[in-house]
């Protein structure tokens, strides 16, 4: 599992499970939807960052 | 002897989902049913009340129907055929009924009628037929609670003291009807029989109705019904039945009241007869269960009405869902939090999750919201502008933690607060989903701008 | 010479809802109107025919209250009174305008009434006084486009041909009404009509009515408005107006048609009249704009009908807040892929999203999941069970795509949708929040489980 987490964070659906596959650590993606909830753009990008 | 997955006992929308589900996923499944199928919701709860709401709803709309531009040459041979309505009643709820038994049938659900006896957790006894099982799921539901009040027997034998089943089998309209009682069912048969013109009290014991609701709904849907001409007494304690005079102690005073017909919905008790011997731990709200639906005994499980946690039809079904997927090796659980009730009336109520009492006590830093249906153009064209959108949130991310609606549609629109909070959504999505013009569900949307912000259609 | 942060030209949904949000937000803000506060939407477009369309229907109710056990000892004497109709329509639109021009005023924003003429980006002229400003956002709306059809000139100058704003102003209802267009305007006329006992016929250039919605629905809706009398003619291309007689090629054949009055619905053009030569960006649609309603010129923002690319009025709402929020340097954009559609009749529509087909050809791996209204408990207690939910998602996690509802109360469901798809929310939350029984909303729950697995009422 992805998510140790101690603060609560705000994600979508698809987001939580797209983190999963990717094996992306959610806690650390900054999110740019509202109250700052990880969207699935921010996991992609997030992805992309990785990458490079 | 017949071998089984999982035997379910009862069917109502309990156990009929619980069996439909679980032969669904491939398990050998039967449903026991000693009266009929569908349970109280399809037979004589849920359904048959909104049947008839809805006609009482066309009736007050006929006779409001001269503003709206229609004009009826005599209103007074405008009536209502009572036989008539309770017929399309029972059409609906055997075209219903008719659907569950096709569908069990359908998805190879072995029925049996009569009343199952569990010998044991592995076997249940329905006439002369044992089945034998790995899973129980136990749906027998709950009946009304009968309170013991003086005289009370007397007129219940004399056909005066009834319960909801029974009102809803009169053969004629009462004129006046008192109602002990003041929860959910009792409101809606007062909104119901005041609709059509009958004369109601509602005796309630406390100072309040709908005492689980959020103060400032209960509080705006008794004075809506106070308005509506149906008498509330509170504050009041029942002293003694006698024939159709009720004798009650009103703030200190006695007084009667005077029914053709007295309802009685004080709360309901689960039904766990013949159940106690196999050792099942029972409390005075019904079976306990975890929130697997797990009993004390390994392979029982108990959803619905009979383990008293919420007596509503969908958290039975629910909960036969989450017992069939644990059963079927699925890990599944059932979260209270969010489940949704209704008040079917004019106007109606719809509500889920933390009322703002509940969440200040769960030490949440809470923000509300509310917004008017006045304010509300579709509400305005529709001429039902009463009620009011109440938003609790936290104030942290804004999360959406209950949403309290008193509005003509508000059963239809809490859905959208429900699934909000299934994905933990705070008041920024709501303000920002782009809510269609004119609907109802634009004052979701204002009330959530106000939680952040300020609203577009009121000036505060 | 005044001076401004903000003037916004136009004060229908689109400009006076960003009027109030600027004023909210601090900016110096004036509004230039030069008909009737509210636009099109509330004096003569959403709000007048949703009240119309409540009339007829309880009228429509009432025809049908013997089955519901109402008696009316004679149902030739319920007549519709047009004219009183209209007056409720009008007394609905006064106050819901009288209500803007409070807030308008409660919030601080000079409203302009007169024609605005835009000398330059920064200076706008109303009458005799010159507004400068830092910004402008433009919301002129749209008008009704006029095709260039023999006869038709003549035939409007006789008030035989007429838009949806004069056939609201008849003061005789007519017998037969032609309406040319097939689009959502249409749609609504028709069935409004159609209830009041009018004899409709919608004459459509293309093989379909409303062409921009998911095929199940636009073929459920037509079929639907069949059924109910209204005749469609399909592929018909209108050769010539002369007076109240239409002549149309319908399928290679030639055809008269024959209506008291002639409904032109078939699309509209934005108004850019006195804006072209500032410079702007304009293209067939309207003026362009990008995600944020900025235009090609800095300051100069377009919101609403007038870039045409929905035209809606909470489309013009949210755009208007959007433009604000930028003006007020707030990042903000708008997100149409959600936007959802209604269109309001007996049933129905309530869609967002992507259609089945807009989500293949986007290269999303579909699934559906479609549920009928009649495998509902609540539709069948109401009387009103024609329709179905459609629900449009995305294989790899079940994301939901679109959401498409064909069904009596669609308008006020398609709400749950919306956020939905604002969280990102996928089938299984669909499925697992627990929605409310008995209630409409349980199709999209029921679909959803479709979606996964399979759901409980129907069996396939
Ligand atoms: C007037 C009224 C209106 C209501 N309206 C609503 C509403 O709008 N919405 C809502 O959510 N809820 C409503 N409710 C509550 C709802 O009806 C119940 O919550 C729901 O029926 C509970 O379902 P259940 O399956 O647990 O039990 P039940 O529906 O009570 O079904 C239990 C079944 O088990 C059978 N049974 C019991 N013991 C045995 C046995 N030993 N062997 C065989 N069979 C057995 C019974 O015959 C019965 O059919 C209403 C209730 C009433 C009375
Ligand atoms: C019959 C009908 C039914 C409809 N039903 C719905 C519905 O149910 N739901 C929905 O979402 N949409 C509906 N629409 C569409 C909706 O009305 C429009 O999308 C909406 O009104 C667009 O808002 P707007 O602010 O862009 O423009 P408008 O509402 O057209 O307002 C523009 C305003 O600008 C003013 N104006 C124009 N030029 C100038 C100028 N130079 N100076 C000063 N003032 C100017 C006009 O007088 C007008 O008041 C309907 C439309 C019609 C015709």
């Given at each position: 599992e992805v998510m140790e987490q101690t603060t609560k964070v705000l994600a979508t659906p698809v987001a939580r499970k797209l983190a999963k596959d990717l094996n992306i650590d959610i806690s650390i993606v900054k999110g740019t939807g509202p109250a700052g909830r990880v969207l699935k753009e921010d996991i992609y990008r997030r992805k992309e960052e990785l990458n490079k | 002897?017949?071998?089984?997955?999982?035997?379910?006992?009862?069917?109502?929308?309990?156990?009929?989902?619980?069996?439909?589900?679980?032969?669904?996923?491939?398990?050998?499944?039967?449903?026991?049913?000693?009266?009929?199928?569908?349970?109280?919701?399809?037979?004589?709860?849920?359904?048959?009340?909104?049947?008839?709401?809805?006609?009482?709803?066309?009736?007050?709309?006929i006779l409001n129907s001269k503003e709206f531009g229609i004009d009826i040459e005599d209103i007074s041979r405008v009536t209502i055929n009572w036989t008539k309505m309770?017929?399309?009643?029972?059409?609906?709820?055997?075209?219903?009924?008719?659907?569950?038994?096709?569908?069990?049938?359908?998805?190879?659900?072995?029925?049996?009628?009569?009343?199952?006896?569990?010998?044991d957790s592995h076997t249940i006894k329905v006439k002369d037929t044992t089945l034998r099982t790995k899973n129980l799921i136990i749906a027998t539901g709950a009946s009304?609670?009968?309170?013991?009040?003086?005289?009370?027997?007397?007129?219940i034998e004399s056909g005066i003291v009834i319960t909801s089943k029974e009102l809803l089998e009169q053969k004629e309209l009462p004129k006046k009807l008192v109602i002990l009682g003041g929860g959910v069912i009792s409101t809606e048969f007062a909104i119901l029989f005041n609709t059509l013109g009958v004369e109601v009290s509602i005796i309630q014991r406390s100072h309040r109705i709908l005492g689980s609701l959020d103060k400032d709904i209960r509080e705006g849907m008794a004075k809506l019904m106070m308005k509506k001409g149906i008498n509330i007494l509170f504050n009041s304690n029942v002293l003694a039945v006698n024939g159709n005079t009720v004798t009650i102690e009103n703030n200190g005073i006695e007084k009667t009241l005077e029914g053709d017909k007295i309802l009685i919905s004080v709360g309901s008790t689960p039904n766990v007869n013949g159940l106690q011997h196999i050792g099942l731990k029972i409390d005075k709200n019904g079976i306990v269960t975890n929130e697997k639906m797990e009993t004390n005994i390994k392979g029982i499980y108990a959803i619905g009405d009979v383990n008293g946690k919420y007596n509503l039809a969908h958290v039975a079904s629910a909960e036969g869902i989450v017992a069939v997927e644990n059963i079927m090796g699925k890990e599944s659980s059932i979260n209270y939090k969010k489940v949704p009730s209704c008040i079917y009336g004019f106007p109606e109520v719809g509500t889920a999750g933390l009322t703002e009492e509940e969440a200040r006590e769960q030490g949440y830093d809470v923000i509300t919201?509310?917004?008017?249906?006045?304010?509300?153009?579709?509400?305005?064209?529709?001429?039902?502008?009463?009620?009011?959108?109440?938003?609790?949130?936290?104030?942290?991310?804004?999360?959406?933690?209950?949403?309290?609606?008193?509005?003509?549609?508000?059963?239809?629109?809490?859905?959208?607060?429900?699934?909000?909070?299934?994905?933990?959504?705070?008041?920024?999505?709501?303000?920002?989903?782009?809510h269609p013009h004119?609907?109802?569900?634009?004052?979701?949307?204002?009330?959530?701008?106000?939680?952040?912000?300020?609203?577009?259609?009121?000036?505060k």
């Open positions: - | 002897m017949k071998d089984y997955d999982i035997v379910v006992l009862g069917g109502g929308p309990g156990g009929y989902v619980a069996a439909i589900k679980a032969a669904q996923m491939g398990a050998k499944t039967a449903l026991v049913e000693k009266g009929e199928i569908g349970g109280v919701c399809l037979n004589w709860g849920c359904i048959p009340t909104k049947t008839l709401l809805k006609s009482g709803k066309m009736y007050e709309d309770l017929q399309r009643k029972d059409k609906v709820v055997k075209q219903l009924t008719g659907g569950v038994k096709a569908l069990l049938k359908g998805n190879g659900v072995d029925v049996y009628s009569g009343l199952g006896e569990v010998l009304p609670f009968i309170p013991d009040i003086k005289g009370i027997k007397e007129s919201s509310s917004f008017p249906v006045a304010a509300n153009g579709k509400a305005l064209a529709e001429g039902e502008s009463e009620g009011f959108i109440k938003i609790v949130a936290d104030k942290q991310y804004g999360e959406v933690l209950g949403v309290h609606i008193l509005a003509a549609h508000a059963t239809d629109m809490i859905a959208e607060a429900v699934t909000t909070m299934e994905l933990e959504g705070t008041v920024h999505e709501l303000a920002k989903a782009i004119p609907t109802l569900s634009e004052i979701v949307m204002e009330a959530a701008h106000g939680a952040i912000d300020k609203p577009i259609h009121i000036f």
